[in-house]
């Protein structure tokens, strides 16, 4: 193209800018860019053309959704780490107040938002005075259910399951997000000037005797504090390690289990549930992902074969005429 | 003086303006100068300064309705119960959008100061008492009754009163190039009273007293008197005011007195900023955006209802219903309410916020584009197009109507002298027609050419050597001037005072304007009128069978003096030829002489020259051509006016040759024959500077038959007559022409008879029937003769109007002394009136002008624009209707339309020409029964939802079995029209025709024709024109063109976009129309579907979040989804999608269809992208949701997946959009995806506490880590895109959308590709029509031009022949290189409809003949049927 330009250019007198150069001309620029002309690809969708796209989409969907079938029904036997949750239902730890009547700069150590909590946290804010450590509605509500697992011996004996506390939350929420108020004193000196939420019993400093799991790097409370998206969720509430490789870490047998009720949830016509389960690769047990990979993939696959059907008469009827139109 | 002053003060409240010198007060204290009211020459155009900027922006931004909207919505939010968002973070969006269009209006406004300040500080001459000299200042410095000196081609820096010129008749010129753009000079003249000043003017004598009107805008009005010390009072007007922005030329120097200074100049007050328009998209789509507010109120609705359902299931209140700060809680019914508006809140991104920055941005771009085609370019004028308003540039892909004029638009406005006729004697002047169409022909094709002329004209054969050589010398000439210095200072700033000293250029005179052959017989007639002026001199009586000798010798001297011509040299600065010539002679060296001599020896040896006296011009040509250095100097210098009398100096000699010569007067001494070659070596160098080409047009033919304007000043004309003697006549008066006399007179002196004589040139109607009746003569046979005289005269007038020419008649009138003694006693009365002048002016004029003795009347030739043809027939296919509103004659006008394909042979063309409305009425009725028999009814219903043309539903019998149909209309009709309510008649009638064309039009009735269009049929319209009087027609279309041609940039001031030619209305619209329109349109639907996918995914969150507005996406998030991660994709989208590549655009005009009928962004496109947003958006949370349904996830790590999925749903769906992919539209689509991650992954890792509440700390790390995220990520697109996608694959298959038929021709190779357009075109016109009766209607003919050739039938001639090939070639021209090569094939067009009128006749009654044998219904020929219906 750009030598048909310079063609018209000798005809038509000379090239453009003349030999002082100094001549400005408004002529536009002759660039691919200016002028539109960039290579460029121009995708057509016909029957031909995707046919492909539907079969490969099949072929990949069909056999991911088993896998990941598979999987996840392979979850029930109670192998490996097992986990312990808790359930509740109905409770809308999701609602626009409650997901924000906390403060983070608190619960991340700040001295002065430990005595000085934000104004989201209210009404929960202050007690008699007294800045609520932690504030806000979310820890007022804690849950505070004690759960207690026991395997029935052969002599009705209840020999206590080890429940493991640690590592239940995630680990940059245990050591990053949440601190607890700098200094080396003892915690209770650290949360000085403050007061414990309405509902609690005890106040935070007294969540566990563990140092490193008392105050706000309890990983209950942070548990409990990373609000659950809907709301019938569960979290994590322990961890039964598996102890040798042999055996099952709850072999088959009867189990007991004592709960400590604290936590009322009449008031949201809630259910409590305890689950024991397994994580996979990719976590707990849920059956949707397979089958939806499956299902796309068979419709894929189907839209495929129509596509083929119809491109085979297409091309038929039209090859009299010219293909393309 | 001070008593003065407080009167001045009081006067001063009432509407007239007083200046006095300020010299006067420069020593006293400033409050005393009664002109310190008055504002400075300081311009200020910038609209902020620093401090009021920010307020003064956001007060402007706030008036459009969508950031009110959106500042509502901010500040609701910062009410505690309702806020759905942190209220600081929610501030930013509009923030961002506010911010980005204040960058944008502070840098235009930098831009403007800065222009300012360079305006203001330029200088000029002040004179100063102090110095009693005139001392530099600043521009801004100078003040309302300051003298300033100008000097030549300085810039006038405010409104001045002319009170000296160095001239010596008082007389200073301007030119308004940077006010209106024409380059012709213009006369000021000094106050009357200071004119006759010997010495240089002494400002400080200056005690008078200006009175004048307040400042206003009419660029032509003004008027005021100035009262002496001694109470007398001279009255002035518009010839004494320098307009500020114009330049001085050829006048030494000119001093003035300020009148009007800085904002209250008359350039500045006509200064109005950019036009703003509203594109039929953006209406649609503010009409869409109620549908949006409608479906956010839905939702809005179940949000608060919902919530109060909800909440009312509870008995007591749970622990995560929060009380507010004083735990409290609210009652149900507030709640719901509250929840309602903090609803709006949370879905208000459902209204597109970034959607009108988005299309300002696109918009933006896509001018870019526009301002940057190649093919917009012009180079002769070295102008590309020019969008005035940025915002309507997808209008231009959904044009139905345009309105053209025709001057100047379809025709190039270059008037060339064609013919003329005198007392009754037609002259048709074949040699001049041939040499129009020569230069041309031979570029393109020299062969044919030849074989052309030798076919048609035997009897020429043996000069077509001598004409060979004149059309060889002309070929350089034509290439000296396409590549000439580009001039035209066509300054796009909005400023008037601001200006470049551009190049001068004369107007009007380009070579082909220039250059008349004269006609044989007519030549050996002047010289017998030039002889008999000879004798006048003499003082002999004339002899009464010299009386037609007499009638030429008038004709051309009116030709020569009844103008407005100015006459000037090339050299620069122009100087202005004021004195007769006959003393350059002695400058004449010697060396020339010895030429001359030589030539003279070397001719009289060689030829055969039987007079001892050749004519003068005609050896100073032939030695011009023996002088290569003058004639190359001229060249360098790239003027036009280095005229191409090298050129037809060989042409000439050889006609000479022939022996065509009289005898020359016996007194032709040898001192005469030097003097002669001394005379036109002064001639050639004469510029002729005409306000309208015309004018031009015609002194150049009076220059051909050696009538030669030397000088002209406002008291005297010089004339050199063929024998080289020169007459000055005295100019006693001149009415200049105007539009409602149609006329303009001259009366001069005659010096040899001394007889008042007023020569009178205008339009034929009006001359008609101020000529002297008949009747009265005494004599019979002098009645008689002239009754002849007239009708023949009448009869070639038609001819020439039949041969699209422009028709002048010439008439003279003598005057007795003592009659024009009682004229100029009245006019001068009327000149001096202040209120009545116009009326009492046009009165006198009246009273002059009558009983005119007819001489003769001139046929200029506007010759028709390269490519008009071939662009109507695009635009015609691409099913746009064309209407031609003209001012013209109506057989000009009809001829024009055959000549441009805007009528065909074949069509039955409908004349309307009544003043009657009954008639009219029964007219239309008549006649729109007829077209309903040939055509079938129109569809119904095409009124409400846009109007479509006729030809897109073609009637249920045979295709193309009835012909096209074509009206004629005149103002008086429309008038009728108008007035008998028949406008839903025209209105009906008007949309079976192919096309409209409308004659004797006046300016307004133009627009309020385009305005009927608009309304009535709800149509898109676009107005083209280039002149004053297009411009309320270019105001009232939905578009309005200019076409910035030769006549001045009044058009394009008010026109949105200005293009330099009409052939570029085709690319214009059929490619950038149409890329602009799918692109913003399809923008617009997708800005849409995305806002309303997105958003919807928060509403279905609410029903598991109890309806509380809770997000479970992080607000920033949020917000960088829209502002960042979604933005850049549709706006490039928006700038560089291509649906269509240009080459099928130009190639298949249908394609245009798709805009016309709004395809891409209607009401059912609008819907469905809804749906498929609610469904994709259905998806894009519940699988996330049943996957993650039960589990431990928390709120913003269920969001992420969901933001996630939503990003690559909406890109992918872009991408599945986009026609085009580019590198760009690649990289900036992956782009946008990388970004997201890039952006998410900081922001998470970044923010522990940041954003107090609520923090994602981590979470786009967590799900990064998590294959379910992958695996939800990888499914979810799929099933959201996979209806889209297999429905576009089912559509791609068995679509059979002509767009979409185009991109599968696109996607071919060159070569195929052509084949199937033409097999496309061919199917679209069906060859139904035999080649042999209908030559036009090749159009899609498959076969190459060569093999078209070979099958045409014998007896066509050459020129028809190639006449078809040119139909044949828009095939071929789809590619741009074709365009490029081709440029000259809209000009045989030209040709063959002016040129060969003769071969045009027998082929056109010949096509109708058989269309009548073909068809019944036809009414054949235009002609008939205008007879038919013409009452």
């Known amino acids: 193209m750009a030598m048909n330009y310079n063609a018209k250019d000798e005809v038509d007198g000379g090239p453009p800018c003349p030999p002082g150069g100094t001549a400005k001309t408004r002529r536009p620029d002759n660039t691919a860019f200016k002028q539109q002309r960039l290579p460029a690809w121009q995708p057509i969708l016909t029957a031909g053309t995707v046919l492909p796209t539907f079969f490969i989409i099949g072929l990949i969907f069909i056999p991911i959704g088993i896998g990941i079938f598979v999987t996840s029904n392979n979850i029930r036997e109670i192998e490996g780490n097992v986990f312990m949750y808790y359930g509740l239902s109905n409770f809308y730890q999701n609602h626009r107040r409650y997901v924000k009547s906390r403060d983070d700069g608190q619960l991340n150590g700040d001295p002065s938002a430990l005595l000085n909590p934000s104004k989201e946290c209210e009404p929960y804010r202050r007690n008699e005075d007294k800045p609520i450590a932690p504030c806000g509605a979310i820890a007022n509500s804690m849950f505070n259910d004690t759960l207690e697992l026991f395997q029935v011996g052969n002599a009705s004996d209840l020999m206590p399951i080890t429940l493991k506390k640690k590592g239940i939350a995630w680990w940059t929420d245990k050591n990053v997000k949440f601190r607890n108020p700098p200094g080396t004193d003892p915690l209770e000196e650290r949360f000085k000037g403050t007061t414990k939420p309405v509902n609690w019993v005890k106040p935070v400093y007294m969540l566990d005797s563990d140092e490193d799991n008392n105050g706000f790097i309890n990983e209950d409370f942070i548990v409990w504090m990373r609000t659950a998206a809907l709301p019938t969720f569960r979290k994590l509430y322990r961890l039964i390690e598996r102890k040798n490789d042999l055996h099952p870490t709850l072999p088959a047998g009867r189990y007991y289990l004592n709960i400590t009720y604290n936590y009322p949830v009449h008031s949201f016509d809630g259910r409590k549930r305890m689950i024991l389960s397994t994580i996979s690769w990719m976590g707990g047990k849920n059956p949707f992902l397979g089958i939806a990979y499956i299902t796309i993939g068979s419709i894929s696959f189907l839209l495929g074969v129509v596509l083929l059907v119809i491109n085979h008469k297409y091309r038929n009827s039209s090859n009299t005429a010219d293909i393309t139109i | ?1431």
């Not at chain 2, 003060?9 to 010198?21: G, H, L, N, Q």
């Not at chain 2, 009148?259 to 100049?265: M, S």
């Not at chain 2, 033409?1318 to 060569?1346: C, D, K, V, Y």
């Open chain 2, 1 to 1431: 003086m001070r008593k003065e002053g407080k009167k001045r003060r009081k006067r001063k409240e009432d509407k007239k303006r007083v200046v006095v010198s300020n010299l006067l007060f420069e020593r006293w204290a400033h409050k005393e100068n009664p002109n310190r009211h008055y504002r400075g020459n300081q311009i200020k155009t910038s609209k902020y300064t620093v401090l009021s900027f920010i307020p003064k922006n956001i007060f402007e931004q706030l008036h459009r309705f969508a950031n009110f909207y959106f500042v509502g919505i901010v500040v609701l939010n910062f009410i505690p119960v309702l806020n759905a968002f942190q209220p600081e973070v929610s501030v930013i969006p509009i923030c961002i959008i506010l911010a980005v269009t204040a960058i944008k209006d502070a840098w235009e406004d930098l831009r403007r100061y800065k222009s300012d300040k360079v305006i203001n500080s330029r200088e000029c001459l002040v004179y100063s008492r102090k110095e009693q000299s005139y001392v530099q200042k600043c521009w801004k410095d100078v003040r309302v009754g300051d003298f300033i000196q100008m000097q030549c081609n300085e810039i006038i820096p405010a409104d001045i009163l002319l009170l000296f010129s160095s001239d010596p008749s008082g007389v200073c010129h301007l030119e308004t190039a940077n006010l209106d753009g024409e380059t012709n000079l213009k006369q000021r003249r000094v106050v009357k009273g200071f004119s006759q000043q010997e010495v240089q003017f002494q400002p400080e004598h200056f005690h008078n007293t200006i009175v004048c009107e307040k400042p206003n805008n009419h660029l032509n009005k003004f008027k005021g008197y100035m009262e002496h010390p001694d109470q007398t009072r001279t009255g002035f007007g518009s010839e004494s005011l320098l307009l500020r922005g114009c330049t001085i030329r050829n006048t030494e120097v000119a001093v003035g007195i300020v009148i009007y200074t800085g904002h209250e100049t008359k350039a500045m007050l006509n200064n109005s900023g950019p036009r703003y328009k509203r594109s039929q998209i953006e209406r649609r789509m503010n009409r869409d955006i109620f549908s949006c507010i409608g479906i956010l109120f839905l939702m809005c609705l179940i949000g608060a209802v919902g919530h109060g359902l909800w909440n009312g299931t509870f008995t007591e209140h749970p622990p995560f219903d929060v009380p507010d700060a004083k735990g409290n809680y609210l009652p149900l019914a507030l709640g719901g309410f509250y929840m309602f508006l903090t609803m709006i809140i949370l879905l208000q991104i459902l209204i597109p916020i970034s959607l009108y920055v988005s299309i300002e941005l696109v918009k933006l771009g896509q001018v870019f584009f526009l301002h940057n085609d190649l093919d917009l370019y012009d180079e002769e004028t070295d102008l590309s197009i020019q969008c005035r308003a940025l915002n309507i540039t997808e209008d231009l892909g959904q044009i139905q109507y345009i309105f053209s004029d025709k001057t100047g638009t379809l025709t190039e406005n270059k008037m060339v002298f064609r013919r003329c006729t005198i007392m009754g004697h037609e002259y048709s002047h074949q040699e001049n027609a041939k040499r129009l169409e020569t230069p041309k022909e031979l570029d393109s094709d020299s062969e044919e050419w030849t074989q052309y002329r030798c076919l048609s004209f035997p009897a020429r054969r043996d000069q077509g050597p001598a004409a060979m050589r004149g059309q060889g010398g002309s070929q350089p000439l034509r290439r000296s001037q396409s590549a000439r210095v580009p001039i035209q200072g066509h300054s796009r700033q909005r400023s008037m005072g601001r200006c470049e000293i551009s190049q001068p250029s004369v107007a009007f005179s380009s070579s082909i304007e220039k250059d008349v052959t004269p006609d044989k017989n007519l030549l050996s007639k002047v010289r017998d009128g030039a002889l008999w002026l000879e004798t006048l001199s003499d003082g002999r009586t004339p002899k009464p069978s010299l009386a037609t000798a007499s009638s030429i010798a008038d004709f051309f001297l009116a030709l020569t003096i009844c103008n407005s011509v100015m006459v000037s040299t090339t050299t620069e600065p122009r100087q202005r030829v004021t004195m007769p010539p006959s003393t350059k002679a002695l400058g004449t060296s010697l060396e020339k002489i010895q030429q001359l001599f030589h030539r003279l020896k070397l001719s009289s040896l060689s030829q055969s020259f039987s007079s001892t006296a050749p004519s003068d011009m005609d050896l100073g040509e032939s030695l011009g051509a023996n002088i290569p250095t003058t004639d190359s100097e001229e060249r360098d210098d790239g003027s036009v006016c280095s005229g191409g009398y090298s050129t037809d100096g060989g042409y000439k000699s050889s006609t000479w040759e022939q022996g065509d010569i009289l005898e020359a007067g016996p007194g032709a001494s040898l001192e005469e024959v030097l003097q002669a070659p001394a005379l036109s070596l002064a001639g050639p160098e004469l510029c002729y500077e005409a306000e309208s080409p015309d004018e031009a047009a015609l002194v150049h033919a009076a220059h051909a038959y050696s009538f030669t304007l030397v000088s002209r000043t406002p008291e005297q004309v010089t004339v050199r007559l063929p024998q080289g003697t020169c007459l000055t006549f005295d100019v006693l008066c001149t009415l200049e022409f105007d539009s409602v006399r149609k006329r303009m007179s001259v009366v001069v002196r005659h010096p040899l008879t001394g007889e008042i004589i007023v020569y009178t040139k205008g339009a034929d109607c009006v001359i008609m029937d101020l000529l002297e009746d008949p009747g009265c003569m005494t004599d019979s046979d002098v009645e008689k003769k002239m009754r002849k005289i007239r009708a023949r005269t009448q009869r070639h007038l038609d001819l020439y109007a039949r041969d699209g020419l422009r028709t002048l008649c010439i008439a003279k009138k003598v005057l007795s002394e003592e009659d024009f003694r009682r004229w100029a006693s009245f006019r001068r009365e009327a000149e001096a009136s202040l209120n009545n002048r116009d009326e009492l002016l046009m009165e006198t004029a009246q009273h002059l002008e009558n009983q005119l003795t007819l001489l003769g009347a001139t046929g200029i030739e506007d010759r028709l624009q390269e490519g008009v043809p071939d662009t109507i027939a695009a635009l015609r296919e691409a099913g746009i209707q064309l209407w031609v509103l003209t001012g013209d004659k109506q057989e000009t006008a009809v001829n024009i339309a055959y000549a441009c394909r805007l009528l065909d042979q074949t069509d039955t063309v409908y004349s309307i020409n009544t003043e009657n409305q009954e008639t009219c009425d029964s007219i239309l009725n008549l006649a729109l029964e007829e077209v309903k028999q040939c055509h079938g009814p129109l569809k119904p219903g095409g009124k409400l939802s846009g109007f479509r043309l006729p030809s897109a539903t073609p009637p249920p019998t045979s295709g193309a079995a009835a012909p096209d149909v074509g009206l004629v209309i005149d103002g008086k009709t429309l008038n009728a029209i108008f007035q008998g309510k028949l406008e839903e008649k025209f209105l009906e009638l008007t949309r079976y025709c192919r096309s409209v064309l409308c004659c004797r039009f006046t300016p307004l009735q133009k627009s309020m024709l385009v305005k009927l269009v608009r309304d009535r049929l709800r149509a898109m319209t676009l107005s083209i024109g280039d002149g004053a009087n297009d411009v309320s027609m270019i105001q009232a279309a939905d578009i309005g063109i200019g076409i910035s041609g030769q006549e001045g940039m009044q058009a394009v001031m008010s026109s949105d976009f200005a293009i330099s030619r009409f052939r570029h209305l085709k690319k214009l619209l059929l490619v950038h129309g149409h890329w602009c329109y799918s692109r913003l349109a399809r923008m617009v639907v997708y800005y849409f579907y995305k806002n309303v996918c997105y958003v919807s995914l928060l509403f279905w969150y609410q029903f598991f979040c109890g309806f509380s507005g809770s997000t479970m996406i992080d607000y920033w998030q949020l917000i960088f989804f829209n502002l960042f991660f979604t933005s850049l994709p549709p706006l490039v989208f928006g700038v560089l999608d291509k649906d269509i590549s240009m080459e099928t655009l130009l190639a298949l005009p249908e394609l245009y269809k798709s805009g016309q009928n709004s395809e891409c962004y209607n009401l059912l496109t609008f819907w469905i992208s809804m749906a498929d947003a609610f469904y994709q958006s259905l998806v894009c949370f519940f699988i996330p949701y049943l996957t993650y349904k039960d589990s431990d996830i928390d709120v913003f790590t269920f969001g992420t997946p969901i933001n996630t999925i939503s990003l690559a749903t909406i890109l992918l769906h872009q991408a599945m959009e986009m026609k085009t992919w580019t590198i760009i539209h690649g990289l900036v689509l992956a782009g946008s995806f990388l970004m997201y991650f890039a952006v998410s992954l900081a922001y998470n890792a970044i923010c522990v506490t940041c954003n107090s509440p609520t923090n994602p700390y981590w979470v786009m790390e967590g799900q990064l880590s998590d294959p379910t995220f992958y695996l939800v990520c990888f499914l979810t697109p799929a099933v959201a895109l996979l209806p889209r996608y297999f429905f576009l694959t089912l559509q791609g298959t068995y679509g059979k959308s002509p767009i979409l038929r185009a991109q599968k021709i696109d996607r071919l190779p060159v070569d195929k590709r052509e084949l199937e357009i033409q097999s496309w075109r061919s199917r679209q016109r069906p060859a139904t029509i035999p080649g042999e009766a209908h030559p036009t209607n090749h159009l899609g003919s498959p076969t190459s031009g060569q093999s078209f050739r070979s099958s045409t039938p014998k007896n066509l001639s050459p020129a028809e022949r190639r006449y078809k090939e040119d139909w044949v070639l828009p095939g071929e021209r789809c590619s741009r290189d074709h365009t490029r090569d081709d440029p000259y094939s809209g000009d045989s067009w030209a040709k063959f409809s002016s040129g060969e009128h003769l071969l045009l006749e027998p082929s056109r009654t010949m096509a109708s003949g058989q269309t009548n044998s073909n068809w019944p219904f036809s009414r054949g020929s235009h002609r008939r049927s205008q007879s038919s219906l013409t009452i």
